[in-house]
């Protein structure tokens, strides 16, 4: 299984960004996909993720309202778009794929999958 993270780079603040997940060896609908990220000097964080079937996507309240998860399981491939981006946003983007259950879909321990993650740096 490869999980294959992309579109980072660097971005103003209030600016918009799109990272892509393009995954490998498994049937994405089967699992739930998620992102979460790490900040210099922070432990990872959760940020978003969606079940498998698509529907429901849960958010990091920091992120709610700005962040958009999406995912084309015909592509196996899961989407970030970034709007109104904040320094704060700073950090690696990592995409995660597993079967959580739902008091697991925030933690990093509910996934079996990463891939090594794109870095996003916003700044002006």
């Known amino acids: 299984v490869q999980l294959q993270a992309s579109g980072g780079g660097l971005v103003q603040p209030g600016g918009s960004l799109r990272l892509s997940c393009a995954a490998s060896?498994?049937?994405?609908?089967?699992?739930?996909m998620g992102w979460f990220r790490q900040a210099p000097g922070k432990e990872r964080e959760f940020v978003a993720s969606?079940?498998?079937?698509?529907?429901?996507?849960y958010y990091a309240d920091s992120v709610k309202g700005r962040f958009a998860i999406s995912r084309d399981n015909a592509k196996n491939t899961m989407y970030l778009q970034m709007n109104n981006v904040k320094p704060e946003d700073t950090a690696v983007y990592y995409c995660?794929?597993?079967?959580?259950?739902?008091?697991?879909?925030?933690?990093?321990?509910?996934?079996?999958?990463w891939g090594h993650g794109t870095l996003v740096t916003v700044s002006s």
């Open positions: 995660a794929a597993g079967r959580p259950i739902l008091s697991s879909i925030r933690r990093t321990g509910g996934y079996t999958y």
């Open positions: 060896g498994l049937t994405s609908s089967m699992y739930a």
């Open positions: 969606m079940r498998g079937s698509g529907g429901i996507a």
